[in-house]
């Protein structure tokens, strides 16, 4: 099982995050953590100390927790889950909150070993537009930090298609970040998420966002340049280092349970999805009173089907078209032959076997090309 804790916390509220995080209010953040570690207990007791093979910490900004908090914490899990050996235990962090060398130790004392790192740019005037808190050099001493600390599994996050940036822009970007040697990037195109700054700032026509073609020259572009760097894609946003894919999102890419805790945690174990509220007195209540999963809903068969083609193609090992048959679904190759054709015609996929995976552009447009892949269901 995989196991995700949600801290709902941040020194400010970034321009374009839609992930359900506020400011810090220190009354909140000590009803929250209370909440957490019985939530902790309640579904150790629940699912009789379950086996987790990945922890995962984000947020908002997990890396403003203190390292006593992180402790009591890790010592909980420990006490209530039965924690695999060689577990990945990834903290999400801002640099404005980990560019010290001794948090940064606190963190690999308590267990950490990987930290994906909250970069988005390493310049100073997007980081600005984007209402980062940190700046670029900070971005910089909290990598010195991380390595100074011992931790060898170190992932930085970047977006790209921001308001006024080319596609030479983006790929400085990506050579500075690739220049740092960590062992994963993730790029994430920049989406507009309602109710966000930036969202309402396009909205009235103040941002000169990238066109389609400038787009696309940033993603074939850049995940040509970390292939020449060393970085395999492994999934559409992901590049790493051979032997550094992210474990915890390889097991939501594959189908596999996890649970998850905190304000907005998304679980789904043995076909059941459920969401704790996405408030925090509403969160702690709800622990209280022992309704967590209350409203679990089981995946219909269409679900499954149309999430396993979905997350599959994300991976570029792709589609097993014998497990996606054995799940009730189509014999694709057979069943959707035409549009296989037309597909494999536009160079969007590849098949070899019994596995259908996208090629970069294809990745590009994923959204497109599962579309039009996705069973029809009655």
């Not at 998420?193 to 396009?202: I, N, P």
């Not at 083609?309 to 570029?316: C, D, P, Y």
């Not at 969007?348 to 996208?358: E, F, K, P, T």
Request: glycine share 10%.
């Amino acid at each position: 099982m995989l196991l995700y804790v949600h801290y709902p916390f941040c020194r400010s509220k970034c321009a374009y995050c839609g992930f359900f995080s506020q400011v810090r209010d220190e009354e909140l953040e000590k009803a929250y953590f209370s909440a957490l570690l019985r939530e902790v207990e309640h579904w150790g007791r629940h699912l009789d100390r379950p086996r987790v093979s990945t922890l995962y910490i984000g947020g908002g900004t997990p890396s403003l927790l203190t390292p006593r908090d992180l402790e009591l914490l890790a010592e909980q899990i420990n006490r209530h889950f039965n924690l695999e050996p060689g577990l990945e235990l990834t903290l999400e962090a801002n640099p404005d909150s980990l560019d010290s060398p001794d948090l940064a130790r606190a963190l690999a004392k308590v267990g950490v070993n990987r930290v994906s790192l909250g970069l988005q740019s390493l310049d100073d005037s997007q980081l600005s537009l984007l209402k980062r808190p940190h700046t670029a050099r900070q971005g910089l001493r909290a990598v010195n930090a991380v390595r100074s600390a011992g931790i060898e599994n170190l992932g930085l996050d970047l977006l790209w298609g921001l308001p006024n940036q080319t596609p030479l822009d983006w790929l400085e970007q990506v050579g500075r970040a690739a220049s740092l040697e960590p062992e994963h990037i993730s790029c994430y195109c920049l989406t507009l998420e309602k109710g966000t700054l930036l969202q309402r700032r396009a909205e009235r026509g103040e941002l000169g966002l990238p066109r389609e073609e400038q787009l696309e020259a940033m993603y074939m572009q850049g995940a040509e340049l970390l292939g020449e760097r060393g970085y395999l894609h492994y999934e559409i946003a992901n590049f790493a280092r051979p032997g550094y894919f992210c474990r915890h999102n390889l097991g939501y890419w594959r189908g596999r349970d996890y649970l998850g805790l905190g304000p907005s945690a998304v679980s789904t174990l043995q076909g059941r999805r459920w969401a704790n509220p996405k408030d925090v007195l509403r969160y702690a209540e709800t622990v209280r009173t022992g309704a967590l999963g209350g409203d679990a809903a089981m995946l219909s068969r269409g679900q499954r089907l149309e999430e396993f083609l979905m997350l599959s193609l994300r991976t570029r090992e792709g589609l097993d078209l014998d497990g996606y048959r054995d799940l009730g679904g189509e014999e694709l190759l057979q069943d959707r032959a035409e549009v296989i054709r037309a597909l494999r015609e536009r160079e969007l996929i590849g098949v070899s076997g019994r596995r259908l995976w996208l090629t970069t552009r294809g990745m590009l447009l994923c959204d497109s090309v599962t579309g039009a892949l996705m069973p029809e269901l009655e």
